[in-house]
T-cell receptor, first 118, second 110 residues
Framework: DTGVSQDPRHKITKRGQNVTFRCDPI?????LYWYRQTLGQGPEFLTY????????KSRLLSDRFSAERPKGSFSTLEIQRTEQGDSAMYLC????????????????FGPGTRLTVL | RKEVEQDPGPFNVPEGATVAFNCTYS??????FFWYRQDCRKEPKLLMS???SGNEDGRFTAQLNRASQYISLLIRDSKLSDSATYLC???????????FGPGTSLSVIP
């Protein structure tokens, strides 16, 4: 399977614990995004990378969240001191810029990691 | 006000019906627009890009109205398999992040 993969698919943790999620993008994709999605809402942007550079982090994101993409390939998202409000689906997507009359990109999403904080 | 807003739905339509979804965006500098589809408990997948002149892909037609800052998606001859949540997506430039709307849920009933 050459799509975007995420690990783990499910994570249950107790409040206050740290968790780390991994995303492996499609190999030739230089962009990688992290989103959070809750029931009835669209994906909410968290952060994104171009190669290994983190270009933007949502200002809604607390300092408890950190993401890395050390070699421009896989990425990790860590949440420290988890809270019940962190319970959500965490989606990763990768893309590559397409040159056309208007530059655009299609994002390919992984299956997500569902986090439950008790 | 949210950057991207959509009809709240849900839309429940019979097979064969035509259904239209609207989406409005607040950032007038937005340049790229998309519709994504998300099946229940699945990840979003690109349905179609939206071009300035409007575009059609089979039973699906997307329109963009820059003056009013809205995007529409028309589905003709609805199929049961069209049941999903449709996400409107906007971006300022190809070098910037995109913003997803909250989605509109569609159920096509026999």
């Amino acid at each position: 399977d050459t799509g975007v993969s995420q690990d783990p698919r499910h994570k249950i943790t107790k409040r206050g614990q740290n968790v780390t999620f991994r995303c492996d993008p499609i190999s030739e994709h230089n962009r990688l995004y992290w989103y959070r999605q809750t029931l009835g809402q669209g994906p909410e942007f968290l952060t994104y990378f171009q190669n290994e550079a983190q270009l933007e982090k949502s200002r809604l994101l607390s300092d408890r969240f950190s993401a890395e993409r050390p070699k421009g390939s896989f990425s990790t998202l860590e949440i420290q001191r988890t809270e019940q409000g962190d319970s959500a689906m965490y989606l990763c997507a990768s893309s590559v810029l397409k040159k056309a009359l208007v530059d655009w990109e299609e994002q390919f999403f992984g299956p997500g990691t569902r986090l439950t904080v008790l | 006000r949210k950057e991207v807003e959509q009809d709240p739905g849900p839309f429940n339509v019979p097979e064969g019906a035509t259904v239209a979804f609207n989406c409005t965006y607040s950032n007038s500098a937005s340049q790229s627009f998309f519709w994504y589809r998300q099946d229940c408990r699945k990840e979003p997948k690109l349905l179609m890009s939206v071009y300035s002149s409007g575009n059609e892909d089979g039973r699906f037609t997307a329109q963009l109205n820059r003056a009013s800052q809205y995007i529409s998606l028309l589905i003709r001859d609805s199929k049961l398999s069209d049941s999903a949540t449709y996400l409107c997506v906007c971006g300022v430039t190809s070098y910037d992040k995109v913003i997803f709307g909250p989605g509109t849920s569609l159920s096509v009933i026999p």
